[in-house]
């Protein structure tokens, strides 16, 4: 642990644009420090959020990926969330094999309210990936 | 391509954490010559003329705006571009201020990262393709299902403006539910009172001629999609002319044959021709097939010789099937009654004198089975009245919501008995009160204060027994307290909880339209777009949506008018977004899977090309098809595949 101490993991954040995307510039309203360790793709619907995203993350290089999306029912695609989850579960299947640690890959609900729960999950993720040090790039990787 | 990236330090919210100087020379490192500019206030008057000049003289064909959050300003940008003769789609905003300037705490970290961050964009941007908004020509007419109140203002608010509104209504009569009320609660109004102006007003007023009233019809296919339905209706023959007849009801008393009445809850007898109650509006008698002696092949056309007009009885009558092209649909088939069967320690239809709110309403109604007089089976008037509320409501074996009007109704019930019969002893049996509102406040305290009313409230609804005990009924409970007791009561009163329309179900599969939990049609956002269906043309108003009272159903069915005026405009094409899905045929694979993930129903299978088809109208370009799609075949405009990726390996680079 002590050896990650000044590793400064590269993390892609997934956001939906109507919730977490609005709870991240919530946090930015409020002026909230976070890590800055964090690049946020935009996209329209968690449900657009392609496994292949996620593995092509870890495959250039990134540390960690975290997607976050519009609580269960306030979904502004009234359900993309849902799939979203579903192809998380079944993503994490899939990253053990290819030896990325499933804490690597986190999945939460974040409303345009909750500036304060981002900052919270950004910062958790930054720590546990700073904790596990950086990708081992695996050798079979698709 | 030329790019330009144009930098708001915004005043110095971002300039303060951002070196503007490095960022640039990072930029230059990976696209040298890159055309960068930074700007004091890009949002303001004076900011957006020096980037539209800019990028005239530039000749830039891609931006990169590095600013605020696009959730603020990317749509201000998109027609900055658009003035510069740019297509809007060519542009990739970077949110520095609200993502990294205000959130980072050093700056050398913050300027890194927004370097990294304008990079990715500028990669991004290489790859977005000048979007065209498509423009469809629209129908702005209406069709409205259920001619209840809520059906009845639509129609009046479509109507008024100039459109055609085609009204379909199951049954022979309008007016829906409190048509048949002698008196409303909170001020006592009677029922055909108020809404006769209303009903005249369908049927004679100024835009009469705008609104195609079909009674005794339903809508059996509908095709097509927002802006452009097709829609057909299947009309029974009524075999009475609405248009010739006048009314007299001469016909009404030669007909030989009876049956139960249904329009007044079987309380009572009709003829094989009949109106469904006095005062009924269209004001023509329809005729039951089953039962005329002539339709049946008999010998009788005694109601065709009493009437005084030509032709209007036509035995000659039949079905009809009529196609109406629309633009919008708006479902207020209103609700039904919980049966209150399920809860057989109440006797209801097992004992006598016991009766759903219903039948009490025809009860007091004037042109009811009794006259208006309040009877018991007996012919007697009751002594004592028990009303009871929350009917499988507010109840998990049964309706786990509150109906909301119950006891607003029996308050009405206090009142109304009071006046017809005082003394009557009247005893209320509740789980929970409900009186919500500026107005309703004053039947509640009436019945509070009225020394004849008494208050009984229980935990559960299985804490009471009704049992006949020879012309009474008795009433045995447990109140909340746990205290028990008894009361007889001549007559009970059930308040049952409000459901969905039977025919709901039906018609929630005619129009692919999805219902809730409890079967209700379900709204698009329950506080925002409660008038919204989560198909997109198709709205809702009134107690099809949820149980609610008159003035909310009246409201909902101008919030329903509102979305048809102001999103189908008369002259105005409609405008597609062109942030949407779109099948590449050539590499579908007619698995279907998008079909499922779509929560729109926008995509379609063509069983001839074995092919998924997006409608572009219903799409809202959430992606989730295009991630959902097995063969990549479906490209989701402006996030494609190889523009996030893009984003991603710059990202990371």
């Known amino acids: ?142 | 391509m030329k790019t330009g990236v144009y930098f708001c330090k915004c005043g110095t919210n971002i300039s303060d954490k951002i070196d503007a100087e490095k960022v640039r020379d990072s930029l230059a490192k990976k696209y040298p010559g890159i055309h960068f500019k930074t700007v004091d206030f890009i949002c303001s008057e004076e900011g957006q003329g020096a980037v539209e000049k800019d990028l005239a003289e530039n000749n830039i064909e891609r931006v990169v705006i590095s600013a605020c959050t696009p959730r603020e300003h990317e749509n201000t940008f998109m027609r900055m571009l658009s003035r510069a003769g740019l297509n809007p789609y060519l542009m990739q905003m970077v949110n520095v201020r609200e993502q990294i300037a205000w959130v980072t705490e050093e700056k050398d970290r913050a300027t890194e990262k927004a370097g990294r961050s304008i990079r990715s964009a500028v990669n991004r941007v290489q790859l977005h393709e000048p979007l065209q908004k498509k423009e469809i020509d629209i129908c702005p007419d209406a069709l409205v299902i259920g001619a209840g109140p809520a059906g009845l203002k639509t129609a009046l608010t479509i109507a008024g403006s100039g459109r055609k509104v085609i009204l379909v209504e199951k049954s022979p009569v309008i007016g829906g539910m409190p048509v048949r009320y002698e008196e409303l609660f909170p001020d006592m109004e009677c029922g055909p009172c108020m809404l006769e102006p209303l009903m005249a007003e369908i049927l004679h007023g100024q835009y009469a001629q705008n609104i195609e009233l079909l009674t005794m019809a339903e809508v059996t296919e509908v095709i097509g999609s927002y802006g452009n339905f097709v829609a057909s209706i299947k009309q029974k023959p009524r075999f009475a002319d609405m248009h010739t007849c006048i009314g007299c009801a001469e016909c009404i008393e030669p007909c030989p044959v009876s049956t139960k009445n249904p329009f007044n809850c079987n309380l009572n007898e009709r003829k094989a021709i009949s109106f469904p109650f006095a005062g009924a509006l269209p004001n023509a008698p329809f005729i039951d097939e089953k039962l005329c002696v002539t339709l049946q092949g008999g010998q009788c056309k005694k109601c065709q010789e009493a009437c005084p007009v030509e032709n209007a009885i036509m035995f000659d009558d039949s079905e009809k099937v009529y196609e109406r092209t629309i633009g919008a649909i708006i479902i207020a088939i209103g609700s039904d009654l919980y049966d209150c069967r399920k809860l057989p320690n109440l006797g209801y239809g097992k004992l006598g004198n016991i009766y759903t709110s219903k039948e009490f309403e025809r009860f007091m109604a004037s042109n009811g089975p009794t006259d208006g007089q309040i009877r018991t089976a007996a012919g007697t008037a009751p002594s004592s009245i028990a009303i009871v509320h929350c009917v499988g409501s507010l109840d998990a074996n049964h309706k786990e919501y509150c109906s909301g009007i119950c006891c607003q109704y029996a308050f009405k019930f206090n009142h109304m008995i009071e006046k017809e019969i005082p003394g009557t002893r009247v005893y209320h049996f509740y789980k929970e009160l409900v009186v919500p509102g500026k107005d309703e406040f004053s039947l509640y305290h009436h019945a509070r204060s009225n020394p004849n009313a008494t208050f009984i409230r229980y935990a559960d609804i299985q804490d009471l027994s009704v049992s006949g005990e020879g012309k009474s009924n008795v009433i045995q409970y447990k109140d909340i307290s746990g205290k028990c007791g008894s009361v007889n009561a001549d007559m009970l009163i059930l308040c049952p909880a409000v459901i969905p329309a039977e025919e709901s179900g039906k018609l929630g599969k005619v129009l692919e339209t999805a219902r809730d939990q409890f079967g209700f049609f379900q709204e698009l956002h329950g506080r925002l777009d409660s008038a919204q269906s989560k198909i997109k043309g198709i709205y809702l108003a009134g107690t099809c949506q949820s149980p609610m009272d008159i003035q909310k159903a009246m409201n909902q069915g101008m919030a329903a008018a509102g979305y048809i005026l102001s999103g189908l405009v008369v002259g105005r094409k409609l405008e597609i977004q062109p942030v949407n899905a779109v099948v590449n045929s050539e590499r579908c694979s007619g698995c279907r899977v998008c079909i499922g993930a779509c929560p729109y129903k926008a995509i379609s299978f063509d069983t001839e090309k074995e092919k998924a088809i997006v409608n572009d109208v219903l799409c809202q370009g959430c992606g989730t098809c295009v991630a959902a799609c097995p063969s990549a075949a479906i490209k989701g405009n402006h996030f494609t595949n190889e523009e996030i990726l893009a984003e991603i390996a710059e990202v990371l680079r």
């Not at chain 1, 510039?25 to 360790?37: E, F, L, S, V």
């Open chain 1, 1 to 142: 642990m002590t050896d990650n101490n000044n590793f400064e993991p590269k993390i892609i954040g997934f956001l939906c644009n109507w919730c977490s995307y609005a709870g991240a510039d919530k946090a930015g309203t409020a002026q909230t420090p976070y890590p800055p360790n964090v690049n946020v793709i935009r996209v329209m619907c968690s449900g657009r959020i392609d496994p292949q995203f996620v593995l092509k993350s870890f495959e250039q290089g990134a540390d960690g990926v975290i997607i976050l999306a519009c609580h269960p029912g306030d979904c502004h695609y009234k359900e993309g969330n849902f799939l979203a989850v579903q192809r998380y579960r079944l993503l994490l299947r899939m990253l053990e094999p290819f030896g990325i640690e499933k804490e690597r890959c986190r999945f939460d609900f974040v409303s345009a309210g909750e500036g304060d729960k981002f900052v919270r999950l950004i910062t958790e993720m930054v720590d546990t990936v700073r904790a596990l040090g950086p990708m081992k790039i695996p050798a079979q990787f698709p």
